[in-house]
């Protein structure tokens, strides 16, 4: 069966500070990984994904993640978050074609001054 | 990227009624469309995946006849909550992808539904 541990359930950072967030996920294939963001009260937000290639992935509004399969994780960072990065982040693994994502429990942000 | 509106934002409806969502891909055929559930300040848990055409495919626990599904259109999936009751109110999400085999490996999400249940 397939999960996704995110262990941290908030973190707070300072604006401008670097962020790393966790996710481990298992699967039983090659997994097809991708990190959501969720505003309250909104739907989710692609940020990136990864299905093969390049293990560091870029994506949108700054982010990038790197998937290392030795240590089943895929792990999102960004160098210097902003105010409007505070939300819900939540990883998610899946097989092709995002069948049946399996979504961590999530990560909330807080942002402080 | 593609967009997917999901209609209605928020709906309170009283127990024992039904409620219909709806979930529309704007600008691209989905072929399939995925139905999650979101408990407070928890993950999403996928509920149903419905193609184009077919009867939906229930996630085990799930009761079918209570949580409807239409997949009647390329561009349309409607969820239908049964005879509502308080504990069914959560936020609904939908997702729509396209074929994948034509390079749609991406599902988008709507923006999804409050349903509270009085």
């Known amino acids: 069966a397939q999960s996704v541990t995110q262990p941290d359930i908030h973190i707070t950072v300072s604006e401008g500070a670097s962020l790393e967030l966790r996710c481990n996920y298992s699967?039983?294939?090659?997994?097809?990984l991708f990190w959501y963001v969720q505003s309250p009260g909104q739907g989710l937000q692609l940020l990136l994904k990864?299905?093969?290639?390049?293990?560091l992935v870029q994506g949108i509004k700054g982010f990038e993640a790197e998937f290392k399969r030795s240590q089943s994780s895929f792990n999102l960072r960004k160098p210097s978050v902003h105010w409007s990065d505070a939300a819900e982040y939540f990883c998610a693994v899946g097989g092709f074609g995002n069948e049946k994502l399996t979504f961590g429990t999530g990560t909330r942000l807080t942002i402080i001054p | 990227g593609a967009v997917v509106s999901q209609h209605p934002s928020r709906v309170i409806c009283k127990s024992g009624t039904s409620v219909k969502i709806e979930c529309r891909s704007l600008d691209f055929q989905a072929t399939t469309m995925f139905w999650y559930r979101q408990f407070p300040k928890k993950s999403l848990m996928l509920m149903a995946t419905?193609?184009?055409?077919?009867?939906?495919?229930?996630e085990q626990g799930v009761e079918k006849d209570k949580f409807l599904i239409n997949h009647a259109s390329l561009t349309l999936s409607t969820l239908t909550v049964t005879s509502a009751h308080p504990e069914d109110s959560s936020f609904y999400i939908c997702?729509?992808?396209?074929?994948?085999?034509?390079?749609?490996?991406?599902?988008?999400f709507g923006q999804g539904t409050r349903l509270t249940v009085v």
């Open positions: 699967y039983g294939a090659t997994p097809y």
């Open positions: 997702s729509a992808r396209g074929h994948p085999d034509r390079g749609r490996t991406e599902a988008f």
């Open positions: 419905s193609n184009e055409g077919s009867k939906a495919t229930y």
């Open positions: 990864y299905f093969s290639g390049d293990t």
